[in-house]
């Protein structure tokens, strides 16, 4: 089926450790996010980017990097993780043209803890 | 800056109730408004959405009309069932603010009972 695709779904850190978590979509879209799901809080954005080999911070950028070599993939790394990261973590794309118009395509979630 | 406030839960219904989930937001321009559903171990899908004042969004039983005189979006739906269960995100995008950015309420989770 079409959509976002999020890889891995759960993953155990140790406080330190790096990791990847892969987003893949099928359908086209410009636009990919990385967002964190925490307790209380919401969504909140992480970083974004609007075309193949360009990203932008967001609301919660430190302690992540993202890129997007290619205009289907975007990758967020955690390259020293804190406890502080355990999260749920969701990609989302959406087309070129504004939110407002289509709204966002979300995957499934990559549940992260940090010991 | 824009926002979104959205009720607290978690609530809770019997099914047949009525559901109503309030909504309310901060904008700088002309936002449209949606409400996402997230079930169990699944990620957030678009449950409907409103472009301008006055417009009803509506799906799968679920309405919500853009008020722009109280800046709402409150959701609600006449008859619940169990397989309504799930938590709710009231967003809004906003054009003026740019960057094709959602800003997401905190979630109410909805649990209904038989």
């Known amino acids: 089926n079409a959509g976002v695709t999020q890889t891995p779904k759960f993953r155990v850190l140790k406080t330190g450790q790096s990791m990847t978590l892969l987003c893949a979509q099928d359908m086209n ?3 990919m996010y990385w967002y964190r799901q925490d307790p209380g809080m919401g969504l909140r954005l992480i970083h974004y980017s609007v075309g193949e080999g360009t990203t932008a911070k967001g609301e919660v950028p430190d302690g992540y990097n993202v890129s997007r070599l290619k205009k289907q993939n975007f990758l967020l790394g955690l390259e020293s993780a804190a406890p502080s990261q355990t999260s749920v973590y969701f990609c989302a794309s959406s087309y070129r043209s504004w939110a407002g118009s289509y709204g966002y395509t979300f995957g499934s979630g990559t ?3 940090v010991v | 800056g824009d926002s979104v406030t959205q009720m607290e839960g978690p609530v809770t219904l019997s099914e047949e109730a009525f559901l ?3 909504c309310t937001y901060t ?3 002309y936002p449209s408004l949606f409400w996402y559903v ?4 699944e990620g957030l899908q678009l449950l409907l959405k409103a472009t301008k004042a006055d417009d009803k969004g509506s799906n799968k039983g679920f309405e919500a009309t853009y008020r722009k005189e109280t800046t709402s979006f409150h959701l609600e739906k006449g008859s619940v069932q169990v397989s309504d269960s ?5 967003a809004l995008s906003d054009r003026e603010a740019g960057a094709n950015n959602l800003f997401f309420g905190t979630g109410t989770r909805l649990t209904v009972i038989p």
């Open chain 1, 29 to 31: 879209h410009e636009y």
């Open chain 1, 111 to 113: 549940r992260l803890t």
């Open chain 2, 38 to 41: 997230q079930y169990p171990g």
């Open chain 2, 20 to 22: 109503t989930i309030n």
């Open chain 2, 86 to 90: 799930a938590v709710y995100f009231c």
């Open chain 2, 27 to 29: 904008a700088t321009g």
